[in-house]
């Protein structure tokens, strides 16, 4: 019996031990904020068609995993988008439903919908869909994607409006 209570009493020490203030998950205030303002500079950099500019917001080594494909690297995504870029103009929102910050890592939940006006005149291709986004605080206390994974939501079919 003394043998396992040593063990025991170590065990419920660390379990009510709580974390320092700074490796608390927050869900309000400056972490928080300057993740937002993250999202409103990916925002601004689709809507423009920079990809210079959004790529700069992506860590070198971010992964992105769309819903109907394969993770892709960084140079696969600035491919992606730069295709995507030429096809026409961009009306890119997003609302977000959450986020939380713990230390350097921040996660992003948001709906985001995307109007695309082709360049050449066709009809404008419109997109929704469910986007979350794992940011790391960098040295200079800004936020890159490290890792991100995007779904598309169907269009309702007339049958069922």
Not at 19 to 29: D, I, K, L, M
Not at 90 to 112: C, E, Q, W
Request: a negative charge; charged letters at 20%; proline letters at 6%.
């Amino acid at each position: 019996m003394r043998r396992l209570l040593f063990p025991t009493i170590v065990l419920v020490a660390a379990a009510c031990t709580q974390a320092p203030v700074e490796q608390r998950a927050v869900t309000t205030g400056p972490a928080v904020d300057s993740v937002t303002a993250w999202l409103a500079e990916v925002t601004a950099a689709v809507n423009e068609g920079s990809l210079e500019r959004l790529l700069a917001l992506y860590a070198d080594d971010a992964l992105s995993s769309p819903s109907d494909a394969p993770s892709l690297s960084v140079s696969e995504l600035a491919a992606l988008y730069e295709a995507t870029f030429a096809q026409g103009t961009f009306d890119f929102t997003t609302d977000v439903l959450d986020v939380v910050v713990s230390g350097d890592i921040g996660v992003l939940r948001a709906y985001y919908a995307n109007t695309i006006t082709p360049t050449n005149g066709g009809e404008p291709v419109h997109r929704t869909g469910d986007w979350l986004v794992v940011l790391r605080r960098q040295d200079d206390g800004s936020w890159k994607l490290w890792r991100e994974m995007w779904s598309v939501i169907a269009p309702a079919s007339p049958a069922a409006i």
